[in-house]
């Protein structure tokens, strides 16, 4: 007997993968139980996703999951959200893993957008998409920030090996083509020297100090912008401006955690246990490791006498820790206590302004 689908039975929660590029979105349609009901490519434009969201309308209750690639699918997200639609993030790790676990051989958009689908069938919990504000300004003012102090550090390694060739007596210490005086030192140098070596080594010299300029005032503009995004966590002893600009742009949304366990894991400091026959845990490699570098750099600074992190660290190296372990425990605590903060700044910047004012006297 021939089975045929009720428009009743059409009715229940549907997943929309996606796979998505700088030229076309591919989409997937998974039932509850994973069947693929449909598959179409719209072309990665607002008129594609108009289409996209006209193909997707035969479902009533639907919900999109998306690779969480967002400087891909930042605009789909916008249009979406904007329509009233609901949207899960997958991390690629796990779309990836879902990939293997097919039984379609090969890589395509299809089998990519179906992985997506079904990575976010098997776990609901994933994080609900939402626009961002001053959260993406800051992490693009950061991640710029970065570019441009990598680009200065490749300069300065050029830089040493052509003061090499022309003046290898000349000694530099490691940071010192990073300050204007030793700039303008070897500058003056270099200015009697017409070879070819020393103009090309000039002209770096003026790059670098360019991009040093620029560094200091995309600092002091993202120091001006954490402390009206992220005041309480700024206070956090041993968080810089940076490294909580770091934490701000790459969390995108602390309520998106249920749990600070769910936190801890995400930014690799929670451990995993071994289960060999015994208690112990091991240090656990993935995470966000930009977030565990960040809680890191907070964690040696109190180490080094800021704030409660050094008396942390000394009772349990008195219990028997090696200086290591008690400084993977600090970082699961400041793990917990930027979450905490991170959620009053989110709960503050959302309260009505009497509140706050009323608060802030």
Known sequence: MRWVRTRQEELFMVIIGGDSHKRTHTFVVLD????????????????????????????????????DC???????????????????????????????????????????????ARAALRDPDLPVAQLEGEARRVKLLVDHREDLVAERTRMQARVRWHLHELMPELDLAPKALGKFRHLNRVAAELADSDSTVAVIAAELIERIRELTVRCNELEREIARLVRVVAPTLLELPGCGPLSAAKIVGE?????????????????????????????????????????????????????????????????????????????????????????????????????PIDTVVAFAA
């Open 32 to 67: 509850e139980v994973g069947r693929r009901l449909a598959d179409k490519t719209f072309a990665a434009t607002t008129e594609g996703h108009l289409a996209a969201l006209s193909w997707a309308a035969q479902w009533s209750e639907r919900r999109w999951a998306l690779e």
């Open 70 to 116: 967002r400087h891909l699918t930042r605009r789909l997200e916008s249009d979406l959200l904007r329509a009233g639609e609901s949207i899960v993030r997958v991390p690629p790790k796990m779309m990836a893993a879902e990939r293997r676990a097919t039984r379609s051989p090969g890589k395509s958009d299809p089998i990519d957008a179906e992985a997506v």
């Open 251 to 351: 969390v995108a949304g602390a309520h998106r955690f249920k749990s600070r366990a769910a936190f801890a894991r995400w930014n690799g400091t929670a451990p995993i246990p071994v289960w060999t026959g015994s208690e112990r845990f091991r240090l656990s490699r993935s995470g966000n490791r930009q977030i565990n570098a960040a809680l890191h750099r907070i964690a040696i600074t109190q180490w080094r006498g800021v704030g409660p992190g050094r008396s942390f660290i000394e009772a349990r190296m008195a219990n028997g820790k090696t200086k290591t372990a008690a400084l993977r425990l600090l970082k699961r605590r400041l793990s917990d206590e930027v979450l905490r903060r991170l959620l009053d700044d989110e709960r503050r910047a959302q309260a």
